[in-house]
């Protein structure tokens, strides 16, 4: 297809293009469960010091502190007991790539005596600090928080960034029970999404290594250097709900405990069911490129319709055609024959015993002759009205039609008949 150039061409050109962003920089949100990890890519949640040293899931028996896992996302979560008297730290890291990123705690209250339910939680995103959270429980109810929003982060580039959260040198106790996390993702930069990781955390170390996408960063922790948290008990309630998925976790040790016990549980990976994120952008994308196809085909047909040849108007001639009014009493007569211009040889008279038949042919001749002339009248005066008609047509029509000059000629006085006269008709008796 050949494009022509000019304000046309640029304007649908223009149009078809500024479609393009919305195939391309389509916004998707997908999430990290806490034992599966993320929906997309796979990459799993790593555990610091690890699984078996304090960090446990809903399978745990012994635990004190145990949510209602149908009201927990994919009915799964993964929690911990800080103790200052412990000489390591505990941290979460999730990597993601996208612009934004919220993570979900689930927050007890009073779980009984001696059970620790104070919420703390550093983070540290891309290796810079961010606002801790604190939450007070009410111990006037045991109910649990679910979906509770306690980070986010807007505008963020569209790249690979790591996410740390953790409890580091308290001075209290405290307890971290994370659910889930949701990032917003570009479908344009799906070609840099994360495809694997590989970890080696130390069980007894304050921090850990990960090789993602052959970018090594070493995860420092937050210290929080308060005697008690005075930060007046509250929770932020999520407005972001992720789909619905099917998952199962792993675990370890009792939650809300001094000394961890290690429970060995396995993973169904059989459950790991992934949004339908592929079909949704195949949709969008299908519909966005039939919107530009069909721009396309309404320039091509615009365009083909202005190369068209013109079409010329029809204008009828008065040559050919002519509106006669013809008299009531005039209709059915024969029309008149041409008038020969040859001249008649002189009438000699009929034999004796013709007379009675050329009589006959004669009275019939004088009349028809009679009928021409009348006839021949009537026709002159009706080419002398179209003649002014045309004149006053010509004068106000908008274009100038050639028209031939219609006109008849005259009867020369030798064309016409000599009159029979009574005498020389024979009579008939």
């Known amino acids: 297809m050949v494009l022509r150039r000019g304000r046309s061409g640029v304007f649908w050109l223009g149009t078809a293009w500024a479609f393009l962003p919305c195939i391309l920089a389509a916004e998707v949100n997908r999430t990290i469960d806490d034992s599966l990890g993320d929906s997309q890519t796979g990459l799993k949640v790593v555990y610091l010091p690890g699984l078996n040293h304090g960090w446990n899931d809903q399978t745990c028996i012994g635990c004190a502190i145990r949510p209602d896992t149908s009201k927990a996302f994919d009915r799964t979560y993964t929690g911990a007991t800080y103790h200052p008297d412990r000489d390591f730290s505990m941290n979460i890291t999730m990597q993601f790539n996208g612009t934004a990123i919220y993570v979900f705690f689930i927050l007890p209250n009073n779980a009984g005596a001696e059970v620790t339910t104070l919420t703390v939680a550093n983070f540290t995103l891309d290796g810079i600090a961010q606002p801790p959270f604190i939450h007070n429980p009410d111990m006037s109810t045991t109910d649990f928080e679910f979906n509770q929003l306690v980070f986010q982060q807007k505008g963020l580039s569209n790249t690979q960034h790591t996410l740390i959260v953790g409890m580091t040198e308290l001075q209290v106790d405290a307890f971290l029970s994370f659910d889930y996390a949701i990032y917003t993702q570009d479908e344009v930069d799906l070609a840099a999404t994360v495809t694997g990781v590989s970890t080696t955390p130390s069980p007894l170390s304050n921090t850990s290594t990960s090789t993602v996408a052959k970018t090594t960063t070493s995860a420092t922790s937050m210290l929080i250097g308060a005697a008690s948290p005075t930060t007046s008990s509250g929770s932020i309630t999520s407005t972001i709900k992720p789909s619905d998925l099917t998952q199962t976790t792993t675990t370890d040790a009792p939650l809300g405990t001094d000394t961890p ?169």
Request: net charge neutral; proline share 9%.
């Open 261 to 429: 016990t290690t429970t060995n549980i396995t993973m169904n990976p059989t459950n790991n069911i992934k949004l339908p994120i592929d079909a949704i952008a195949g949709g969008v994308s299908a519909g966005a490129l039939l919107i530009v196809l069909i721009i396309i085909l309404i320039f091509c047909l615009k365009r083909r319709r202005r190369q068209a040849p013109p079409i010329a108007p029809f204008i009828q001639s008065t040559r050919w055609f002519v509106n006669v009014n013809i008299p009531t009493n005039n209709r059915g007569t024969p029309p008149t024959p041409p008038i020969s211009k040859t001249k008649r040889n002189p009438v000699t008279p009929a034999p004796a015993h013709q007379d009675a038949e050329v009589g006959v042919v004669t009275g019939k001749l004088d009349l028809r002759l009679r009928m021409m002339r009348e006839e021949v009248s009537h026709l002159t005066t009706q080419i002398t009205l179209l003649r002014e008609q045309q004149r006053s047509a010509d004068a106000t029509a908008t274009a100038t039609v050639t028209q031939d000059q219609v006109g008849e000629p005259e009867a020369d006085d030798d064309d016409v008949l000599p009159e029979y006269t009574s005498e020389r008709m024979p009579s008939y008796g």
